[in-house]
Every structure is written in C-alpha cells, then in structure tokens.
C-alpha cells in the first residue's frame, strides 16, 4: 500500500461527520496521500457513514458501487457511526477493504498501510463502544468562509429511539483551553465564522470540571473570528446564562436551533427526553425576550411509536403558539438495539409521511413570516465564495439567507445589507448599505446581539 498517495471522501449525515472526514483527510495528507476529488480516480476511497439515515445499508452500498465504478483498483475504507454499529456486515460487502470502528478511524493511515489489499473479505476492526473515551477535535476545511468545529462528542442520554449512543460512545469532550487553541488556528486561516458542533453540545466540559458556557465565554475573546454559532443545544442545557451572554456577546450570533422532536408530553417521556414542553416554551420565551430578531431553529420526529393523531395535533398546535421560525423534520424509522423499536402502536410509514410533509408545510410558512419580518431592515452579511447565475450568497448574524449580485471583492467580508423582497429560491435580495465597511459591519454585529 506504499505506492498509494491520492485519497477521496465521501460524508453522509450531520455536520459532525463533515468536520471529522476533514480531519481524517488532513491525517491522510501527513501520511503522503494527496487529496483529490472522487471522480478523480483516487487509489483510496473514504466513506464516512451515517446511522440516522433511514437508509444507512443502502446508501453504503450504493457509494460503495459508485467507487468500484470509478475505479475498480481502488482500496475502500468505511468508517462512521454505521460503521461502529454494523461493522461485520459492511465488511461483508464486495469491494469493501477496511471498516474502522469509532475509535479506530482517527488512526486511519496507520490502517491503510497495515492492509494488504489482496484479502477475499474487508477486514473489520473495531472495539466495544463503551472503550471509546479520546476525544479528537475536529474541523473541516475547504470552505474559507466558515468551518464546523466539534468541542464535543458521543452523548449520555440515551433516548429511545437514538442509537448515537452506541455509535459514538459516552459524552467527552476537551478543554476550554484545548478547544481556544483550535479556534485560534482556524482564525489563522483567515475563516471568519466557526459554528460549534457535537452530538450534545451543551453537554462540554463534564470529565473536566468545566461547561459550555465557560467554554463560550473563553471563545469569545479569541481575535480574527467575527462570528461564532452554536448549532444545537439541548433545551435543558440552554439555561439562562448562556442564553444572556449571547445576548450580550460581540462574536456569538442570535441563532439558537433546539431540538424538541415532539410537542406532547406524553410522547417526550416515551423518548426519555429531559424536558418537557413548558420548559421547551420557557427558553425559547428568554430568547425572544433578550433578543427579538434571534432565530430558532426546531427538530421534530414524526411517528414515533405511541404518536396518536392526537398527540401529532399537539405538536403542530405547540409549535403555532411559540415563537420559533424554522423546523428540521424527521420521519422516524426503526433502529435496531434502541428502546423505541421494542414499543407497540407503530405507526404505519404513510401516516409517519403524511404527518412530515404537514410539519414541514408548517416549517414554510414559520421561515417566511421571520423572513418577512426583516423587511427592510439592516443586518451584517457574510458572502461566500460560491458564483450562481451572476449572484452570490450569504448569511445574516441572525440567519436569514441573502443573495446579492456577485462581487469578488466581498467574498468573505461581512457587509451591512438592507433586506428587500423574498425571491423564488426564498432568499432575501438585498442592497448593500452605503455606509459600509468591515469595522461598521463587526459594530452592528455586537450592538444587533
């Protein structure tokens, strides 16, 4: 295995993978493999897996055809959440080399070129989920604008129906310390937005004697990064004071995405969920109340076992009398070795979909009315890199999506844009404010939090 030196990626599922596939590629790179695109015929291919996907074995399958397609000589490494929790049966599968377990991939080189190749099967090596206690940082590269960082991993609270558990092991994470670290050398890189990531975010810092928002505070003082952006957070771990010091903070964004995943009671204590819909009101009101133009992001499931129409009308009436302005629907499906699968009163798969297709209509309509809301007013924008048809995109501080004409000059620059109408893609179109500049841009974003 010497002689291989080009490597491709493919990630499937969350933003979490997508900041570890980065950070396996740039491991990768250290060894003496050059990255390179998957239609570029690698000699290496890596597929990091997913095991919320519905799909999880087909989708495995699938890329793994597409590899052989593209390159039949290639070696195949498969790592992920579903490869931890089905490795044997990924080995299995023709043209598979190599499945790392949870622990294992992060020493994937090393993997590759103890592999020989020439064996009939993909040979397997994993260990059991409870062993696994290191915690790696990773962030992903490639996009200058913005990163993914992960400042925490695995997750403590076994829900019914998750298997996140049993893919990534128990909630660990770094230190404060470490973690700053991290985002000083991505602010190096000159990235000016960093969205902090994890399985159960708020959950940082427990092994250690410290906490999330010791952790935002520190982070919040680290220079070259306008904005930071928590990208999920438990409703119980989104207590008072982290919603006040983003309130108050100069680089976290007004953006909070909490997962509910159900609107009744009775279906959250089924979930063994930590909370109940009245606190779930509760943080989401201290939001609104500290910052009117933040915005909230929800995750429902649809369909989990015991969900009576009833109890689905209690979620959609919940999620009309609170104020959060966008949904992430999920239809549940059945996950071998959870609690939830085990339950009676499964709900049939069209009742599961009718009821998803109703949320996300439901989501539509609670994006444009936070969109409509912003009509008019002036927000800072990040500008992205990528060109589509003479325009340009960006992100509001509060994350509303914006489309200009396309400038060179402005990609990765934060710019004061007035919002105008709702275009057919559902971005806001936007002029710039004459009375930009980087500095005013960094004081509405401290004073607009």
């Not at 708020?202 to 410290?210: K, L, Q, T």
């Amino acid at each position: 295995m010497g002689s291989t030196r080009t490597a491709a990626y493919h990630t499937l599922g969350c933003k979490l993978n997508f900041s570890e596939t980065s950070t396996l590629a740039r491991s990768l790179e250290e060894a003496g493999y050059a990255r390179v695109k998957v239609e570029d015929r690698p000699d290496v291919f890596v597929l990091n897996t997913c095991s919320v996907t519905e799909n999880a074995d087909k989708e495995c399958r699938r890329h793994v055809r597409r590899f052989q397609a593209i390159n039949p000589e290639a070696f195949i490494a498969v790592v992920g959440c579903y490869a931890q929790l089905k490795p044997e049966e990924i080995a299995a599968i023709p043209g598979v080399h190599l499945v790392l377990g949870a622990n294992e991939k992060f020493d994937l080189a090393a993997h590759i070129e103890a592999s020989d190749g020439k064996q009939e099967h993909g040979r397997a090596v994993f260990g059991a989920i409870k062993e696994v206690k290191r915690f790696i940082p990773s962030w992903n590269s490639g996009d200058r604008t913005r990163t993914f960082l992960k400042v925490q991993d695995g997750c403590d609270y076994f829900c019914s129906f998750c298997t996140i558990p049993l893919a990534r092991g128990r909630s660990r994470s770094g230190t404060v310390a470490e973690t700053v670290a991290q985002a000083e050398a991505i602010a190096a890189q000159g990235i000016r937005e960093v969205v902090l990531t994890g399985v159960n975010t708020g959950d940082f810092g427990r092994s250690h004697g410290e906490d999330f928002l010791q952790l935002i505070k520190a982070l919040d003082r680290v220079e070259g990064i306008d904005r930071f952006r928590i990208s999920s957070i438990e409703p119980n771990l989104c207590n008072d004071e982290v919603i006040r010091f983003v309130a108050q903070s100069k680089r976290f964004a007004p953006h909070f995405h909490m997962p509910l995943q159900s609107g009744s009671d009775v279906i959250l204590e089924r979930m063994r969920r930590r909370y109940d819909t009245a606190l779930y009101a509760e943080r989401v009101n201290a939001i609104k109340a500290l910052m009117p133009h933040a915005c909230i992001g929800v995750d429902v499931i649809t369909g989990t076992p015991g969900e009576t129409e009833e109890e689905f009308l209690r979620t959609h009436a919940f999620l009309r009398s609170i104020p959060v302005d966008y949904l992430h629907v999920f239809t549940y499906s059945e996950r071998a070795n959870t609690t939830a699968v085990r339950m009676d009163d499964s709900v049939p798969m069209e009742v599961r979909r009718e009821r998803t297709k109703q949320l996300r209509i439901l989501g539509s309509k609670l994006q444009r009315a936070f969109y409509e809301k912003h009509l008019g007013t002036i927000r800072p924008v990040l500008l992205e890199a990528e060109e589509a048809e003479g325009h340009m995109l960006g992100f509001t501080d509060n994350y509303v999506r914006v489309t200009l004409p396309y400038d060179h000059t402005l990609v990765n620059t934060i710019v004061l844009v007035t919002l105008g109408r709702i275009n057919g893609d559902g971005h806001m179109t936007g002029s710039i404010d004459p009375m930009n500049g980087s500095a005013t841009a960094s004081c509405l974003l401290a004073t607009a939090n």
